[in-house]
């Protein structure tokens, strides 16, 4: 099929050493949740749905899934609360909404896109977000929604050794047994548009307002029809510095690279410049999908050109 007449889709459940996938049910697991998550989003694209519709179906999805670091299955932050941070793009004409340091959301991703649509702002953070989501009627979840009994013994061993950890960080290993936590997506559609929607519970043991790259429009999401959509998952510092989504489109705009170039050239300058850990998915205007991450392991999937869902590590 012409790629101008097919879909593309794109999604990824965070970045790490993810050793726990050693057995092979917990690898399963997300592998199926990856597969699953990809089906929901084939749907959408098949029936003519946007591309900005599919990736805030999926990333809804890997928010309602308490295996990612997001929406339900958030990590705690040094008081043991859930602060979330997420946001969408529409390639089309590069609108934008998203939100920081949210709480009692479920799924932060659609609280960023009535942001989006329903505000002439692109970034609300904290309370004024709240206020926003009880303006347009966003049902709100109790603590109880959020609070597992692993992320609270999570947070302990994160107290315990003085550390922020990013991300279901189950060993005493800081250096290595790490996944960086938050889910993505990208998506072309059967009209050739681009969209992209990351969110995240952030890092575990987090001060109070701290804001990761998920919600930062060209850190972690960015997506123009002219160039390529990009979802980032890792340390967020890292990415906010390298202004990662932003920095890959340029490649693709001003040096014509497709998916899997830009995405090489991005990982490059990532751990280049600042030893950047984690990764990205990309799908370019032709609907080519490219991942590339600094870790061991990255939870992802993608179905590319109409074709059969790939889930991967
Ligand atoms: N990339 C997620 C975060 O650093 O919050």
Known sequence: MAP?????????????????V??????????????????????????GGSALQ????????????????AG????????????????????????????AAVQNIPNPVQLARLVMSESEHVLLIAEGAMRFADHCGVVRAPDSYFSTADRVAQLERARLQHKMMLDHDDTEDDSEDQKYGTIGAVARDLS??????????????????????????????????ETCAVSSTGYGEEFMR???AKTIADFAY???MDAEQATAAGIEYLTRKVKGRGGVIVIDRD????????????????????GEAVARF
């Open 72 to 99: 339900c299955g958030s990590v705690l932050n040094e008081y043991g609360k859930v602060e979330m941070d997420a946001a969408i793009m529409d390639g089309r004409d590069l609108s934008a909404g998203a939100v």
């Open 287 to 306: 609907g080519r999908c490219a991942s590339g991450f600094t870790t061991k392991k990255m939870v992802h999937g993608w179905i590319e050109h109409c």
């Open 192 to 225: 050739g548009n681009l969209a992209a929607a990351t969110s995240t519970g952030g890092i575990v043991n987090k001060r109070m307002g701290r804001v990761g790259d998920s919600p930062i429009i060209g850190a972690g999401v960015y997506a123009d029809n």
């Open 254 to 256: 001003m040096q014509g």
């Open 54 to 69: 599919a990736v805030e179906t999926c990333a809804s999805l890997l928010e309602d899934d308490p295996v990612f670091n």
């Open 4 to 20: 101008s007449a097919s879909y593309s889709l794109q999604i990824h459940g965070g970045a790490g050493a993810l050793d726990n």
């Open 22 to 47: 050693q057995d092979s049910k917990t690898a399963v697991r997300y592998l199926d949740s990856v597969r699953r998550v990809l089906e929901h989003g084939r749907e959408v694209l098949e029936l």
């Open 242 to 244: 390298s202004v990662i």
